[in-house]
């Protein structure tokens, strides 16, 4: 199976270049694997360049997971984050993805200076 790049994510998300998003979605017609890094970044993105706030953030994860040509990696987990950051949008969904990995790797808690971040059940403030 095919990969995309965080570009590729946007561009299916945010639909601002015709072109790229046709290529895109060209690309993706037979199936694509979407790395958690990818996933990742292009939320950092939404939200820092395209001023994108958690609701509509969390919109876009949950049409990746659904999406019927995309495969998302470690899908469990990213629909857990994405259940996290609903519950607590004030924390970055990188955040609730590196405490859903910790859990599912069993390697808790999740040593953090991020007092929000710290919070959250399986993390520990140092």
């Not at 590729?8 to 790395?35: H, N």
């Not at 996290?84 to 405490?99: E, K």
């Amino acid at each position: 199976m095919r990969a995309v790049d965080t570009n590729v994510l946007v561009r299916l998300i945010t639909r601002d270049d015709s072109r790229q998003a046709a290529s895109a979605d060209a690309f993706i017609e037979k199936g694509a694997w979407v790395p958690v890094l990818a996933l990742a970044e292009a939320m950092w993105v939404l939200a820092t360049v395209y001023q994108r706030n958690a609701a509509a953030l969390a919109i876009a994860i949950e049409m990746l997971l659904n999406h019927k040509d995309l495969t998302l990696q470690d899908s469990e987990v990213v629909s857990a984050a994405l259940d996290l950051f609903r519950s607590r949008p004030s924390l970055g969904f990188s955040d609730c993805l590196m405490v859903q990995f910790a859990r599912k790797a069993g390697h808790l808690p999740l040593g953090t200076f991020d007092r929000g971040l710290s919070k959250v059940e399986g993390a520990q403030l140092l």
